[in-house]
């Protein structure tokens, strides 16, 4: 008879990662810590060089921090200095460091280890520290990882492999116009940073018209890999229904010694060469990324039952989990939740709001998932089963800033570290900020405490930027409900795009 084992539920956001867990005994439990993995702290009285008294760490499983890093933070968000937690007393909150470290009273530190923050939350509901493995759990999550990836542009190094003649097709894309009546078109840039030419072509009804020459191929794609390129996407005219020379390119890209392919014939077969490519690429572009983070959790949890979200609202095992499947992983699972949740209340239909750290994901459920096979997420084409949700580049990390004309929010973020100016970091004016200045934060409901002064000044120095280039002067307050004014209208546009539109 098998033994009961914990289960976890894990969605990981661009700033925060939310962990619920159930026992063996069947009890819940949760927990909420910062996607980067850090865990913040400010140094209490009492504390001495050698040990830092904090009471929110009062509580926490025994030796618990014993091995991680402890970095001390200067007003300025700075690290001035680092040492290793050679001891906690969990009824106290104390941290023995080692070596001793400039502690200050009232100032911050950092705790931190080499483990992805959802392995992290797992540790600590079990109340395991880092000397203990882990035993096999049933693992659910969710993840915005490439979501993210995409929106700031920070996969991998990609490059297109393509039929002669054909190397521009991302360029030329569909000739879509983004914006109709704009005068100024300013298209996305490709996520391939370049592109390879195959000679190679078979017709529309099969004969091969031209074969490619395996030497000549294994030349191009050597070189690619000396010029840093991390994966390819392989695309060929008339791949979908006669992939045989994708597949010898695949073969031979494999044995040159890139781990990271992915091939148009297998990843969306479709008649139409545009959209298969940049889907292709799309996957291409993601996967390094998202490798990495998945055999990261494997490692740190051998022999436990892993399943990933994808886009389309199903759980794949950790091994088929692709990038093009991966770009509403976190949202897709709010909008199966938030149905259910919907339906047990006793309403048919509903409207799915989620604001993240990064961006922010609307949708709408009429008694049935609505599916979306073609879409277009961060200015990229996707062609692969998804479910219906709008994201917009807004959320609680967007950055606020002064572009000499207007006020603008994101769509760049803060993202987890340095995170918001308010957690005291060093780090930029966000909408987050914006609510904690206005008081609209729960602060003692937050997972660690935040730095009001750092928000001032960040707005304070935003507001003589205004006055400087405009010659109105804003109270900081007013500032503040302006910008919040400004994202508001960004994610009303798409609550208004999935309902009323």
């Known amino acids: 008879m098998s033994v009961p084992s914990w289960e976890f539920w894990i969605d990981v956001g661009g700033t925060f990662t939310d962990c619920l867990a159930t026992r063996p005994d069947g009890t819940l439990h949760r927990h909420k810590l910062l996607s980067s993995g850090i865990t913040k702290g400010t140094i209490g009285a009492g504390s001495t060089e050698q040990t830092i008294v904090d009471p929110a760490r009062i509580g926490d499983p025994e030796n618990f921090w014993n091995g991680f890093h402890c970095t001390l933070l200067d007003d300025a968000g700075v690290s001035s200095g680092e040492s290793a937690v050679s001891g906690f007393e969990a009824s106290t909150g104390e941290l023995k460091l080692s070596p001793p470290g400039d502690v200050r009273v009232d100032a911050r530190y950092e705790l931190r280890c080499e483990l992805e923050a959802p392995v992290l939350a797992i540790r600590y509901l079990m109340g395991l520290p880092l000397s203990q493995p882990v035993p096999p759990i049933k693992l659910r999550l969710g993840t915005t990882r490439g979501t993210n990836a995409l929106l700031t542009r920070t996969g991998a190094r990609t490059a297109l492999v393509t039929t ?16 109709l009546f704009a005068l100024t078109i300013r298209k996305p840039a490709p996520l391939a940073e370049c592109s390879i030419e195959i000679a190679e072509r078979v017709a529309s009804d099969g004969p091969v018209l031209e074969a490619p020459d395996r030497a000549t191929i294994r030349r191009q794609l050597a070189e690619l890999l000396q010029r840093g390129i991390e994966s390819i996407a392989i695309c060929f005219l008339h791949a979908d229904l006669f992939p045989a020379h994708e597949i010898i390119v695949e073969e031979i890209a494999r044995e040159v010694g890139f781990r990271e392919v992915s091939r148009s014939s297998q990843i969306a077969p479709l008649a139409k060469i545009v959209p298969r490519a940049e889907t292709t690429v799309v996957d291409a572009y993601l996967n390094p990324v998202l490798r990495h983070y998945v055999t990261d959790l494997q490692t740190s949890l051998p022999g436990s039952h892993v399943r990933l979200m994808t886009s389309a609202g199903g759980l794949v095992r950790a091994e088929a989990f692709r990038g093009h499947e991966s770009v509403l992983s976190g949202p897709a699972g709010g909008v199966v939740g938030y149905s259910q949740v919907a339906r047990q209340a006793g309403f048919v239909r509903a409207i799915g709001f989620d604001m993240g750290g990064t961006s922010t994901d609307v949708s709408r459920f009429d008694g049935k998932f609505e599916y979306e096979f073609e879409s277009r997420k961060a200015g990229v084409r996707l062609v692969t089963p998804s479910l219906a949700i709008n994201t917009v580049a807004a959320g ?89 004014a400004i994202a508001n209208a960004n994610m009303t546009r798409a609550i208004r795009s999935v309902s009323i539109a």
């Open 164 to 179: 002669q003649g054909f190397g521009d097709l991302l360029e030329i894309g569909t000739q879509e116009r983004p914006d």
């Open 396 to 484: 609680g990390g967007s950055i606020c800033r002064f572009d000499g004309t207007k006020l603008v929010v994101g769509p760049e973020s803060a993202g987890a570290n340095p995170g918001p100016a308010c957690y005291g970091r060093g780090g930029p004016l966000t909408v987050t900020d914006l609510n904690f200045y206005l008081g609209r934060i729960v602060v003692e409901r937050f997972p660690f405490q935040l730095d009001f002064a750092a928000t001032e000044k960040q707005l304070t120095r935003l507001a003589t930027e205004v006055r400087s280039a405009t010659g109105e002067s804003l109270t900081l307050t007013e500032l503040a409900e302006g910008l919040i």
